[in-house]
């Protein structure tokens, strides 16, 4: 099942270039290019130009753009918990291998193949969209 996107919805755009795989980009959804019902374009909310005078616009396929996943509050990270992390502008999916006092330790598979650390407030609990929904896939402290 396609979603439709409209314009204004927040959303988040895959990447599939070279050292980018497996990370999101949050974005809105500017409008739907005409003439082609599979492509938008789309304003990033964390890249910017290359003059870095506006944020970035680009047309992306449909198969790229996915719904911005709901927040979930948590109170704690597990060892072994799969996590999306916030870095280099955008959200990259690791699972925690490890902590210390201030840090948790994530281990990219997805993407580079490193092991970095990383503070609470730049992970979230990593959710994968599947058939219309969003689902979580870990089992972090959730707070009721």
């Known amino acids: 099942m396609k979603k439709k996107f409209l314009p204004g919805d927040s959303v988040e755009i895959s990447s599939k270039?070279?050292?980018?795989?497996g990370s999101y980009y949050e974005a809105i959804i500017v409008e739907p290019v005409v003439g082609n019902k599979n492509k938008y374009l789309v304003e990033y909310l964390t890249?910017?130009?290359?003059?870095?005078?506006?944020?970035?616009?680009?047309?992306?396929?449909?198969t790229e753009i996915r719904p911005s996943p709901p927040k979930i509050p948590v109170s704690d990270f597990n060892i072994l918990d799969?996590?999306?992390?916030?870095?280099?502008?955008?959200?990259?999916?690791?699972?925690?291998?490890?902590?210390?006092l201030v840090n948790f330790y994530v281990y990219f598979d997805r993407s580079t193949g490193e092991t970095l650390r990383y503070r609470f407030p730049q992970l979230r609990v990593h959710q994968e969209?599947?058939?219309?929904?969003w689902v979580p896939s870990q089992k972090a402290e959730i707070y009721k």
């Not at 270039?17 to 795989?21: A, D, Q, S, T």
């Open 129 to 133: 969209w599947e058939n219309g929904k």
């Open 82 to 100: 799969q996590v999306d992390v916030f870095d280099n502008d955008g959200w990259w999916v690791g699972r925690i291998t490890g902590r210390d």
């Open 17 to 21: 270039e070279v050292g980018f795989m």
């Open 47 to 62: 890249l910017i130009t290359d003059d870095q005078k506006r944020y970035l616009r680009e047309i992306v396929d449909a």
